[in-house]
């Protein structure tokens, strides 16, 4: 089968305005030829001519390289980003003038680039706004050789997409404490173990501890100054892992009014980074996003690329099992169009050892906590109070 790309690039040089301004040539000239209609003769021969005048304009070839800059690349919603734009003419000869254009989001940043000298740069700088939470795409970086009409254009993609991460705001909240399953490299508790990572004191051997854990050392020396057979154990503390994992309803029944979907974004997003501040590891899961491990940065990010779905609160917190099986904390966030059951559902798929909450986004009632099937409730309706009912709940 023969190679399309070059037809297609060949094809693509002809713009939308090309083919129409072709079409009615074409169809105007096939018109006068059998009608003998001077006027449309006339019609076809000036779409020809223009066609002919915008040729000359793809002349010229366009070696340059583009950098695109964003800083920083991850923001806050509400903030700006900067961007900026660097052209540079790596060929031996001049540049001929020509256009530039930086898609930003729905938006298209154009701009004219004038002729440059060999080794010459040219920079534009612009400013990326940000409302609300989510990802700006920025990019590719395209010339654009043509002519003024859009008839004819042979576009060069220099730069690949550029991506800036609008996380949303976030709520200051106070430690949410150790977590529960044991790890090598846990938080220590105030637990006594027989066995794992931190050394705490010695005391006499009893019947059935582990001989691995006789301190042979210490032993010799009390029988050496006592005169009495005495063996000593170490005794270690117990320490736990800490790792919260945030699941998210997708779905967007659970959702009435979008903004309470935003509002349980913002909610996850604080929890994580508290939770990071805490040295926990941190997950999340909401529908297709899901990401886990010590990186904070992971969990947010995910956290502005989620999105309405239809995964659903169970099977987001089976797989939010598989994603991260050591949590030791867990919070279930959905919104007023969820029932319950689904709550307890997708908290059933955690071990019992893991401690639960349920935040129920409802801005239409009021914050409070409750208890349902052994599972502690938030019932948040307003932003600010998350740190309040937290302060209550997670101890």
């Given at each position: 089968?023969?190679?399309?790309?070059?037809l297609?690039q060949?094809?693509?040089?002809?713009k939308?305005?090309?083919?129409v301004?072709?079409?009615?040539g074409?169809g105007?000239?096939?018109?006068?030829?059998?009608?003998?209609w001077?006027?449309?003769?006339v019609i076809a021969?000036?779409?020809?001519l223009?066609?002919?005048l915008?040729?000359?304009?793809?002349?010229?070839?366009?070696n340059?390289r583009?950098d695109?800059?964003?800083?920083p690349?991850?923001?806050m919603?509400?903030e700006?980003?900067a961007?900026?734009?660097?052209?540079?003419?790596?060929?031996?000869?001049?540049?001929?003038?020509?256009t530039?254009e930086?898609?930003?989001?729905?938006?298209v940043h154009?701009?004219?680039?004038?002729?440059?000298?060999?080794?010459?740069?040219?920079?534009e700088?612009f400013t990326?706004r940000?409302?609300?939470r989510g990802?700006?795409p920025?990019g590719?970086?395209?010339?654009?050789?043509?002519d003024?009409?859009?008839i004819f254009?042979?576009?060069?993609?220099?730069t690949?997409?550029?991506?800036?991460l609008?996380r949303p705001?976030?709520?200051p909240l106070e430690s949410?404490?150790?977590?529960?399953?044991?790890?090598?490299e846990?938080?220590?508790?105030?637990?006594?173990?027989?066995?794992d990572?931190a050394?705490?004191a010695?005391?006499e051997?009893a019947p059935g501890?582990?001989l691995?854990?006789?301190?042979?050392r210490s032993?010799a020396?009390?029988?050496?100054?006592t005169?009495e057979?005495?063996?000593?154990?170490r005794q270690?503390?117990?320490?736990?892992?800490?790792?919260?994992?945030?699941?998210v309803?997708?779905?967007?029944?659970?959702w009435?009014?979008?903004?309470?979907f935003?509002?349980?974004m913002?909610?996850a997003?604080?929890?994580a980074?508290?939770?990071?501040?805490?040295?926990?590891e941190?997950?999340?899961?909401?529908?297709k996003?899901a990401?886990?491990?010590a990186d904070?940065?992971?969990?947010?990010?995910?956290?502005?690329?989620?999105d309405?779905g239809?995964?659903g609160?169970v099977?987001?917190?089976?797989?939010a099992?598989?994603?991260?099986?050591?949590?030791?904390?867990?919070?279930?966030i959905t919104?007023?169009?969820c029932?319950?059951?689904?709550v307890?559902?997708?908290?059933?798929?955690?071990?019992?050892?893991?401690?639960r909450f349920?935040?129920?986004i409802?801005?239409?009632?009021?914050?409070r906590?409750?208890?349902?099937?052994?599972l502690?409730?938030?019932h948040?309706a307003a932003?600010d109070?998350?740190?309040?009912?937290?302060?209550?709940?997670v101890?």
């Amino acid at each position: 089968m023969a190679d399309t790309k070059p037809l297609d690039q060949i094809l693509g040089i002809v713009k939308p305005v090309g083919w129409v301004i072709l079409g009615i040539g074409v169809g105007a000239a096939l018109v006068a030829q059998t009608a003998h209609w001077r006027e449309l003769g006339v019609i076809a021969a000036a779409c020809l001519l223009l066609l002919v005048l915008a040729a000359p304009f793809l002349l010229g070839r366009t070696n340059v390289r583009v950098d695109l800059g964003l800083e920083p690349e991850r923001v806050m919603a509400g903030e700006s980003a900067a961007a900026s734009v660097l052209v540079t003419n790596t060929a031996g000869r001049r540049l001929l003038p020509t256009t530039l254009e930086v898609p930003v989001g729905s938006a298209v940043h154009r701009y004219g680039i004038g002729s440059l000298a060999p080794g010459a740069g040219n920079e534009e700088t612009f400013t990326i706004r940000t409302e609300r939470r989510g990802v700006i795409p920025v990019g590719p970086a395209i010339t654009r050789r043509g002519d003024p009409l859009g008839i004819f254009s042979r576009d060069v993609t220099w730069t690949p997409v550029r991506e800036v991460l609008v996380r949303p705001p976030l709520l200051p909240l106070e430690s949410l404490g150790a977590g529960l399953l044991r790890d090598l490299e846990g938080v220590s508790t105030d637990a006594i173990s027989q066995s794992d990572l931190a050394f705490h004191a010695l005391r006499e051997y009893a019947p059935g501890d582990d001989l691995r854990h006789i301190h042979w050392r210490s032993s010799a020396k009390v029988m050496a100054s006592t005169g009495e057979s005495a063996l000593l154990v170490r005794q270690y503390l117990d320490t736990r892992r800490s790792h919260a994992t945030l699941v998210v309803e997708d779905q967007l029944s659970a959702w009435p009014d979008p903004d309470d979907f935003e509002m349980a974004m913002a909610v996850a997003a604080s929890i994580a980074v508290r939770a990071i501040l805490d040295d926990f590891e941190v997950s999340f899961v909401c529908g297709k996003q899901a990401s886990s491990g010590a990186d904070g940065h992971l969990a947010l990010d995910s956290v502005c690329r989620a999105d309405f779905g239809n995964v659903g609160l169970v099977n987001t917190g089976r797989r939010a099992v598989s994603v991260a099986p050591d949590t030791s904390l867990c919070f279930f966030i959905t919104g007023p169009g969820c029932e319950f059951r689904d709550v307890q559902r997708a908290s059933a798929a955690f071990p019992p050892e893991v401690r639960r909450f349920a935040i129920l986004i409802d801005p239409a009632g009021r914050s409070r906590v409750s208890e349902a099937g052994g599972l502690p409730v938030l019932h948040l309706a307003a932003k600010d109070d998350l740190a309040g009912l937290l302060r209550w709940s997670v101890r």
